[in-house]
């Protein structure tokens, strides 16, 4: 478990920064990652899982950039493939009732950016395991990745009671509320299934993803004091500060800012 979140971490950081500086010369002040702007919300459990798959309906992703870094780990880097939809195919021949093969055919749809075929998808594999917290967990996160965020939520929340164990679905799941501006709910969840200075690097990562720069390094540089050697937190906690002092700068050429203690020179008479 460790090595494999260690691995996301640094698959993670090598994104977001070369999404940094990517965007540094695109957008006129460095802003890759815009903030999601999402209200507080309260867990509420009326996502209805019965729904046809006639009834779905596509929600396009809001136009925020790079979007989530959930949803780029998950969809952003990977490539439909044909073989690997036809082995599910296949496997639904032989067992009509395969969840494996029924959420793999959703995900190769939601890959393929057909989100309508890939929510019917997962909603029939839901429906199939009554529930079950593994077919939940694979539905909010196809909500996550098409910025469903309060869908999401909901799903994650039934989850939750369906595996009150399940610690990959406590860790999904508080991510996502740390994603709506849930921070302090998100980290009380967190820091019952991890270390604190992973606590604070999850966090970061995700008000990182939001554009709230300030609230990622104060996240970044708790997680670089609680495990010093967490070398994915200090090289975001470094570009976090210059992305600051760039964008300060920036304002200041702008007459946007002025430093402390600044006093405009008074008008001649």
């Not at 994603?179 to 009380?188: D, F, L, P």
């Not at 010093?228 to 007459?255: C, I, M, S, Y």
């Amino acid at each position: 478990m460790l090595l494999c979140r260690q691995a996301v971490q640094w698959f993670t950081l090598i994104c977001l920064l070369g999404m940094s500086a990517g965007c540094a010369s695109t957008s006129p002040a460095g802003h890759c990652l815009l903030p999601g702007n999402f209200a507080p919300f309260t867990p509420s459990t009326e996502v209805d899982e019965d729904a046809d798959a006639d009834d779905a309906v596509e929600h396009k992703p809001a136009n925020d950039g790079f979007g989530s870094w959930q949803a780029m780990l998950t969809a952003a880097h990977l490539r439909e493939s044909p073989e690997e939809r036809r082995r599910h195919e296949e496997q639904l021949v032989t067992e009509a009732r395969s969840i494996d093969a029924v959420i793999g055919l959703a995900r190769m749809d939601q890959i393929g950016g057909r989100s309508a075929e890939a929510e019917a998808g997962y909603r029939r594999a839901v429906r199939l395991e009554s529930g079950s917290a593994r077919t939940l967990d694979a539905l909010a996160q196809f909500y996550l990745a098409q910025n469903r965020v309060k869908d999401a939520i909901a799903t994650y929340y039934k989850a939750s009671l369906a595996a009150p164990d399940d610690t990959t679905v406590r860790e999904h799941y508080a991510l996502a509320l740390a994603r709506s501006g849930q921070v302090e709910e998100a980290t009380t969840m967190l820091e019952s299934i991890m270390d604190t200075a992973d606590v604070h690097y999850q966090i970061g990562l995700v008000l990182y993803d939001r554009g709230d720069l300030a609230g990622s390094e104060e996240q970044f540089a708790l997680a670089v004091r609680d495990n010093p050697d967490l070398v994915p937190a200090l090289q975001l906690l470094d570009n976090v500060r210059l992305r600051r002092k760039q964008e300060f700068a920036t304002a200041l050429n702008e007459g946007e800012a002025q430093p402390i203690g600044f006093e405009a020179p008074k008008p001649k008479r």
